[in-house]
């Protein structure tokens, strides 16, 4: 029997989408542009180097630093309503909250740098549209590599621990409700950006975490109280 305190559950995901709606403004304000000529990603990143301002990338990057470690108390809320918080997967999952805690903001910053770095290159002429990504990678690739790996790592230790804690019933949640996971929305909303070169598209297309975050703290705030409700 799951036993939690529903008020401060309810905190937690308040906090929780209160950072996903920061980290949200913050990747939309990053590549949230009109991408008509850009081929693949990457052009994407080239062509938003083009057209944000400075002011505009240091926003995005403020709003994403302070938004993704507070967007985690929303993901804690899982582990708050597990039965046995001393099993693996209950450490496993925790140490990745851990980790988005630590590096989700650096990561950010990493991101709004690389675009800084694009900008700076295509206003000097230091390097043409179709060499820029070999000079960045010479200048920054060095921390940029390293920092996306272990990030990613804890990514999918994040993905895989949520998924199996609700398909396997460790907590109140239903089983079916591992699929609500933000993997999924990961490629929903990347997937919904490549239907459009709208501003509006790719802001969602990179807002694919911090928007699929926002959904996956809703449902489990609907699911818990109703579930609270119907104990009482």
């Known amino acids: 029997m799951n036993t939690y ?30 991408s008509v000529g850009a081929v693949g990603a990457f052009g994407q990143y080239i062509l938003a180097a083009q057209k944000v ?3 505009r990338i240091g926003l995005a990057g403020f709003f994403g630093y302070v938004g993704i470690p507070v967007s985690i108390f929303g993901y804690y809320v899982l582990y708050e309503i597990m039965e046995d918080k001393t099993s693996l997967l209950a ?21 709004c740098y690389l675009l800084t770095g694009m900008k700076k290159a295509l ?24 920092c996306f790996v272990v990030f990613f790592l804890f990514y999918f230790i994040n993905v895989v ?46 807002s694919n975490m911090s928007l699929g975050a926002l959904v996956i703290f809703t449902v489990w705030m609907v699911v818990l109280c109703q579930k609270s409700s119907k104990a009482a």
């Not at 089983?175 to 609500?180: E, T």
Request: glycine share 10%; proline share 3%.
């Open 5 to 34: 305190d529903l008020s401060k559950v309810k905190k937690l995901l308040i906090y929780g989408m209160i950072g996903a709606v920061l980290n949200m403004i913050g990747d939309c304000l990053l590549l949230g542009v009109d």
């Open 53 to 55: 301002s400075y002011t």
């Open 91 to 111: 450490r496993l999952y925790r140490a990745s909250l851990y980790a988005f805690v630590a590096f989700g903001g650096a990561i950010h910053i990493i991101c």
């Open 123 to 146: 206003e000097t002429g230091t390097a043409p549209d179709d060499n820029i990504l070999t000079v960045i990678l010479q200048e920054q690739g060095g921390y940029i590599v390293p």
């Open 161 to 206: 621990t949520m998924a199996l804690i609700i398909a396997k019933k460790k907590t109140c949640l239903p089983g079916w409700m591992w699929i609500i996971n933000p993997l999924l929305f990961k490629i929903l909303f990347n997937g919904l950006g490549k239907m459009s070169t709208s501003a509006v598209l790719n802001g969602i297309a990179c």
